[in-house]
């Protein structure tokens, strides 16, 4: 979204604004684990805030706003600051992009609505506001912000996984048991961390799977839960087929085997789902 400079338009909205006092906005799309981590993870400002006022901005004063949207130029008071490095004023403004209702009439933001923003700050601006994407303003939710909080909390922790970029080698070593063996998938980080894949299959016994975040391979750690950040870097990111790549220095008994195992770990992720589409 091209967004122009928030302080021109604030000088624009003095002027020409139209109030903002048509329609109620319409009940936005349930949003996932998958739909906030992209949000949260993307955003250098997370915070809480209460409208103050909002203005329409008309056709003539701006570029860029998608076919059926109007833009609303924004100022809110800060409840609470979720995240952000050296904190943000008592009142922002930002601009949000919103479509018009399902006859074409322009939506309305009431004074006093609460929202949930993740964003960045202007440079220089500490109180203008850029939304980290076109829907990154949601109805706050005690729930939500929890979630937000947790996603945020996990994310800077020493030990966070990192974001997967791709899979290298993949092996598959037979046991000495009929039905006995181990494959290992080799997974490609942002930080050069070795992380790893492991399914272990024992005559008799379910296979296990396992992740591991280093050298160390514990092939009897729990598996990682969905609506956690280790779950949605594997979920939402692994390949639904592994790259030709991977199986390079396998035979092909054994690429079958790896293909198999591979697929055990899909399945046992489960899918990740979204509602949005991702920036």
């Known amino acids: 979204m091209h967004i122009e400079k928030l302080g021109l338009l604030a000088a624009i909205a003095l002027v020409s604004a139209q109030p903002a006092d048509s329609q109620p906005l319409p009940a ?8 906030l981590a992209d949000l949260a993870l993307s955003a250098r ?3 809480h805030v209460r409208v103050e006022r909002s203005d329409v ?3 003539r004063e701006t570029s860029g706003v998608p076919a059926g949207h109007r833009r609303f130029l924004v100022e809110a008071s800060v409840v609470a600051l979720i995240r952000g490095e050296g904190g943000l004023p ?3 403004r930002y601009l949000v992009d919103l479509p018009n209702d399902e006859r074409g009439r322009r939506q309305r933001i009431r004074r006093g ?10 440079p220089g601006a500490p109180d203008e506001l850029r939304l980290a994407a076109p829907d990154a303003q949601l109805p706050f939710d005690a729930g939500t912000a929890a979630q937000l909080r947790e996603i945020l909390r996990e994310s800077l922790a020493p030990d966070a996984p990192p974001r997967i970029v791709g899979i ?3 092996f598959h070593v037979p046991g000495s048991l009929p039905g006995e063996s181990e494959t290992q998938f080799f997974l490609l980080a942002t930080d050069n961390r070795p992380i790893s894949l492991s399914v272990l299959r024992r005559p008799g016994e379910a296979p296990r799977w396992s992740v591991a975040l ?3 391979v514990d092939n009897s750690a729990a598996t990682p839960q969905p609506g956690t950040l280790l779950w949605y870097r594997l979920a939402c990111t692994l390949p639904r087929a592994l790259p030709a790549e991977s199986l390079s220095e396998a035979e092909a008994a054994e690429a079958r085997a790896i293909r198999a195992d591979y697929q055990l770990v899909l399945e046992r992720l489960g899918r990740c789902e979204r509602s949005r589409r991702p920036a």
Do not use: H, I, Q
């Open 57 to 59: 901005l008309s056709d």
């Open 214 to 216: 280093g050298e160390l």
């Open 90 to 92: 008592a009142r922002v």
């Open 113 to 122: 609505t609460e929202y949930l923003l993740l964003a960045s700050s202007a």
């Open 28 to 35: 936005p799309v349930a949003m996932t684990y998958a739909d």
């Open 168 to 170: 290298g080698r993949a």
């Open 45 to 47: 400002v997370v915070a």
